[in-house]
C-alpha cells in the first residue's frame, strides 16, 4: 500500500524543471525563488569545477516526482506549504493569531444576537 504524499517532502518539479526539476523541486521544498537557486546551483558548479554536478544528476534520479495531488494545489496552498517548510513555529503563530481573531469575531456575533436588540427581534419576527 503506498503512502500518501507528503507536503513537506522534497520531490522534483518535472513541470517547471529545466533539468530533472532539481532546481524547481529545491525552490519548492524551501519556498525561495527557481531564479535564485538556479543561479546558486550554477555559481555552484563553477565553485566546485563542476565536482558539485555528479551530486545534481544523483538527486535528480533518486529523487521522487511531485505526486498529481501536490501539482493540483492553488498557488495560496503551494505558499502556505513553503512557509511551513521555512518556518513551522511562525507559521504555527500565524495560525494560532487567525484562529484568535476568528474566535473574538465568532463572540461579537454572538454578543450581538443574545442581548436584548428589538432592531434584530423585529427583523426576526418579520422573518416568520
Not at 40 to 50: D, I, N, R, Y
Not at 60 to 72: H, Q, S, T, V
Request: charge should be neutral; charged fraction near 30%.
Amino acid at each position: 500500500m503506498p503512502q500518501p504524499a507528503s507536503r513537506t517532502k522534497f520531490y522534483l518539479d518535472k513541470r517547471h524543471g529545466k533539468v530533472m526539476g532539481v532546481c524547481s523541486g529545491i525552490a519548492n521544498y524551501t519556498g525561495m525563488d527557481v531564479s535564485l537557486v538556479r543561479i546558486m546551483v550554477v555559481g555552484a558548479v563553477f565553485m566546485s569545477g563542476g565536482s558539485i554536478l555528479p551530486l545534481y544528476f544523483i538527486a535528480g534520479y533518486i529523487a521522487d516526482d511531485e505526486p498529481r495531488e501536490l501539482a493540483l494545489e492553488n498557488k495560496e496552498d503551494k505558499e502556505f506549504w513553503q512557509g511551513v517548510r521555512q518556518s513551522p513555529a511562525r507559521t504555527a503563530r500565524d495560525i494560532r493569531g487567525r484562529l484568535r481573531e476568528i474566535d473574538r469575531r465568532l463572540g461579537d456575533i454572538e454578543s450581538y444576537v443574545t442581548t436584548e436588540n428589538r432592531s434584530l427581534a423585529r427583523e426576526i419576527e418579520e422573518l416568520r
